[in-house]
């Protein structure tokens, strides 16, 4: 018992350490070397899985499929989703669910020739199951999927803490898996039940066992090598980064133009109203006088024109002579003018 603990604590740390080494690199190399690791993790996953490979500790099963490669699988996952984004995100995914459907197609492949040549059976090669199989798979993307909106809500709630952000999103998925595995694989079996309480405690040791090789690359990788832990909307695994930051910007834009149309608006507004309170109007029948011109005002007293329309218009008046009545009042000097 404590020489097969020790093995599969001792693989666990090897494949942790071996995934999150290898996404260190990628300033160097990229992630090709990445996602080819993965795929090739994943494809020893669903081997041992379906070998049905399991060490018992203090009456817990503990499934070295899940135990050791899945969760691998998730701390890789983990990692380049916080500091890749989600198109690396995707591609890692994409990796995944394919070899995990390879995987199983090319055991059968293989029993299918050995049953056609009369070969003997290959007792290393187990036979897959397709519920099982097709179970897994399914699952094994919507965790995936689930551990990068998980993520991101996480962020904008009070468990934003980037050590109990890690745990529960990394806890979280690895209950989701129990659920919907289960539940596709073994839904209607009797034991299904008790497989699935089986397996929450199990994924729950699981999950304090991987979470210290997590959080520590995460603050490594942040604060020591200065790779920030970037915000993203919840949906961004869904979504390209670039196509969400251009809403973004298209968005703002739209905001900023519209706030200064208002802007304007408003000053536009509060010119109008300035110049009706500077406006003053005349309205309706003005009594005048038809021999001197005078204006009677609403207090009945007669003004001169220029007097009153200064009172009730803002605009001054120039005294001048029209030709004609400089004939009238001055005709000496109209002549002289008229001369020149």
Known sequence: MKTELLILISEAMVVYFLVLWAHSLRDRFGLAHFHALMGGVTAVMSWVTDAGVTVQVAGITFMVGSTVFYTSLLLGVFAVYIFDGPHATRIAISTVAGVSAMVPLIALTLHLQTKFIGASPLAHVPIPSFRINAASVATTVADLIFLAMAWEFLGKTRFNRLWLRAFVTLLGVMWLDVLLFATGAFLGSPDYVNIMKGTLLSRLVIAVFAFPFLYLYLNWQ???????????????????????????????????????????????????????????????????????????????????????????????????ICPDCAKKLYPNLARRKSKK
């Open 222 to 320: 942040n604060s020591k090598k200065g790779n920030p832990i970037e915000n993203r909307p919840v949906l961004a695994i869904l979504k390209e980064v670039a196509e969400v930051r251009m809403e973004l910007r298209l968005a703002q834009k739209e905001i900023r133009r519209r706030q200064e149309a208002e802007r304007k608006n408003e000053e536009l507004i509060g010119e109008l109203k300035q110049a009706l309170a500077e406006v003053k109007t005349l309205r309706g029948c003005l009594p005048i006088c038809s021999h001197c011109k005078k204006i009677r005002d609403d207090q009945g007293y007669w003004q001169q024109i220029d007097t009153y329309m200064r009172e009730h218009i803002d605009a001054e008046f120039s005294h001048s």
